[in-house]
């Protein structure tokens, strides 16, 4: 069996270099050397995103893995409206795994690259038991950049697509529920495994330039609001953006996937309402469009959820080092 | 106690926006939001490296590993040419291990950071059952920029500073070996967990414009010639450039940790000899030398070391995924 220990980290070095090769005309230097040298000008957004595998789930594979990661990274960007341009990627694996897994891995890796837009110039592997994957992008910033602090009173709350198909695919995977849509199930399983990051419409809402704050909202949509509205305003959410493959289910279970869920890379995002019409009319010309879901207000950082009976919810989600919670 | 599961990710990370602030005046966006921003102008190295701590040593504490992580990161930099200017991390870490263990981690980070010249710009912290530190740097190139190939045969091969100390310390927490003088055991010890990177060399050599090629001999300096050399060209080493302290040691086992022990974050690169006079002068001025070790000639990828006798050295050092062969 060619393992890694039996390759050796020459061999594998030697097949990435000729498999994921640096091009472009501003890498003055790529892979293969101890740094990358790449030429720069303007305003760029550098951001580091790492996925550890603490278990391999029946269904999912090792390219699954390095597209997520890739993407889980690209999504960062596109808060900030970067266009994704240069990678470097550190890869830990133990020396057990076999060669063409790590293949695997890099080829998803390479798949998300490309559709992204970005070249890998550089990287790392380490020795570890568990396999992980660290991403390294820089990308560029042609128009306005938006922080998570930045959200008005009287702001519209928006997201970029519908919420639920990502955690779904998530509990499906850990054998949680059952589903017997196949087609919800299908749909569910590959949104989970090869999210797509929201890089052109990121680079739409930086060439507007009005948006007030942006974040994304893989650590779940609760999460999200509650950095964008931070400890001085509250947010009242009036609508919940559910995918409407998800109307069929419980809808306890659907508002909690939607609010707690994450893993959805979506952008969420305020502006003012003065500017709807024309960030309605920009997306539109990419084929894309917002959901308003509520509105932000003076406050002290509540996330209100209206319904019946209007309440507070909390801004559950993931976080490391704890279970959900 | 105070375990990371304890604190939970959202504290942990306020404490480190708060303790490892992003200042500059090129930083747009720092800490604390999706992604950094950063204005650029100009050639810039980018570089990953990864630290897996698989085995806490007697004698090493995090303080000492978040500083190692770093400055090898800014060694790969160094050979390029760069300073150091902006870092992302990405920590990985078990929920078990204490608040303070991680801080003392990020303390050794910025003091490293702080060392090199760099700002934290962002980051990101994972759960693994192992400790790991993938340092990402960007760093600005003033002069010119080298890579591991542009030897040529009559080319001189210096090495930035002598060998052996830093191999030795590990030699010496491993257990490997008994030293009896207390000044060599020191100065090792503290030469391995506190390695200095080239960055000021670096630069430096850069400025000059005539170096060939250049790397850093983290991997062992047999590995770092033999990188040099490629395939076309053998490298005649007539001299070792083996630290003075290790005179009084065994001279087969001080030849072994001066070519093959690795840990140095020295540069080693190849240059005309016309060019020397000059690079002695200009490395006089920052208190620096360089040690010329032997030469490039033509051949087929061997390392010559000139001895009683001429013989073949292999290029034995670190390698990821195998044993030290």
Same mark, same amino acid.
């Given at each position: 069996?060619?393992?890694?220990?039996?390759?050796?980290?020459?061999?594998?070095?030697?097949? @990435? &270099?000729?498999?994921?090769?640096?091009?472009?005309?501003?890498?003055?230097?790529?892979?293969?050397?101890?740094?990358?040298? &790449? %030429?720069?000008?303007?305003?760029?957004?550098?951001?580091?995103?790492?996925?550890? #595998?603490?278990?391999?789930?029946?269904?999912?594979?090792?390219?699954?893995?390095?597209?997520?990661?890739?993407?889980?990274?690209?999504?960062?960007?596109?808060?900030?409206?970067?266009? =994704?341009?240069?990678?470097?990627?550190? #890869?830990?694996?133990? %020396?057990?795994?076999?060669?063409?897994?790590?293949?695997?891995?890099?080829?998803?890796?390479?798949?998300?690259?490309?559709?992204? +837009?970005?070249?890998?110039?550089?990287?790392?592997?380490?020795?570890?038991?568990?396999?992980?994957?660290?991403?390294?992008?820089?990308?560029?910033?042609?128009?306005?950049?938006?922080?998570?602090?930045?959200?008005? =009173?009287?702001?519209?709350?928006? #997201?970029? %697509?519908?919420?639920?198909?990502?955690?779904?695919?998530?509990?499906?995977?850990?054998?949680?529920?059952?589903?017997?849509?196949?087609?919800?199930?299908?749909?569910?399983?590959?949104?989970?495994?090869? =999210?797509?990051?929201?890089?052109?419409?990121?680079?739409?809402? +930086?060439?507007?330039?009005?948006?007030?704050?942006?974040?994304?909202?893989?650590?779940? @949509?609760?999460?999200?609001?509650?950095?964008?509205?931070?400890?001085?305003?509250?947010?009242?959410?009036? %609508?919940? =953006?559910?995918?409407?493959?998800?109307?069929?289910?419980?809808?306890?279970?659907?508002?909690?996937?939607?609010?707690?869920?994450?893993?959805?890379?979506?952008?969420?995002?305020?502006?003012?309402?003065?500017?709807?019409?024309?960030?309605?009319?920009?997306?539109?010309?990419?084929?894309?469009?917002? &959901?308003?879901?509520?509105?932000?207000?003076?406050?002290?950082?509540?996330? @209100?959820?209206?319904?019946?009976?209007?309440? #507070?919810?909390?801004?559950?989600?993931?976080?490391?080092?704890?279970?959900?919670?």
């Amino acid at each position: 069996m060619q393992t890694l220990e039996k390759i050796g980290e020459e061999k594998i070095v030697q097949w @990435l &270099i000729k498999n994921i090769p640096s091009h472009g005309s501003n890498v003055l230097l790529g892979n293969g050397h101890d740094a990358a040298v &790449i %030429r720069l000008k303007g305003k760029y957004a550098f951001k580091t995103d790492t996925l550890v #595998v603490t278990k391999m789930l029946n269904g999912v594979s090792l390219e699954d893995l390095g597209w997520k990661a890739v993407c889980a990274c690209a999504s960062d960007l596109a808060t900030v409206g970067a266009k =994704p341009l240069y990678s470097t990627i550190s #890869v830990c694996a133990p %020396r057990t795994l076999l060669f063409k897994e790590l293949k695997s891995l890099f080829y998803g890796i390479k798949q998300a690259l490309s559709h992204i +837009g970005a070249v890998l110039v550089g990287g790392d592997l380490s020795e570890n038991p568990l396999i992980s994957v660290s991403v390294n992008l820089l990308g560029e910033i042609s128009g306005k950049y938006y922080g998570r602090t930045g959200s008005k =009173p009287g702001d519209l709350i928006a #997201v970029s %697509r519908e919420f639920g198909l990502e955690p779904l695919g998530l509990k499906i995977l850990l054998k949680e529920i059952d589903i017997t849509s196949e087609k919800l199930q299908k749909r569910s399983l590959h949104d989970f495994l090869r =999210p797509l990051p929201e890089v052109d419409y990121g680079v739409v809402l +930086g060439k507007l330039g009005f948006i007030h704050s942006c974040t994304d909202s893989s650590d779940s @949509l609760a999460i999200s609001i509650k950095n964008l509205i931070g400890s001085q305003l509250d947010a009242v959410i009036e %609508r919940l =953006p559910t995918h409407p493959l998800l109307y069929t289910l419980d809808k306890k279970l659907v508002e909690n996937l939607v609010l707690y869920g994450g893993e959805e890379y979506a952008l969420v995002f305020t502006y003012d309402e003065k500017d709807d019409k024309r960030l309605k009319r920009a997306l539109n010309k990419i084929g894309r469009d917002r &959901i308003i879901i509520g509105r932000v207000k003076e406050g002290s950082g509540k996330i @209100l959820l209206k319904g019946k009976k209007t309440r #507070v919810i909390k801004a559950r989600g993931w976080r490391q080092f704890q279970s959900k919670s």
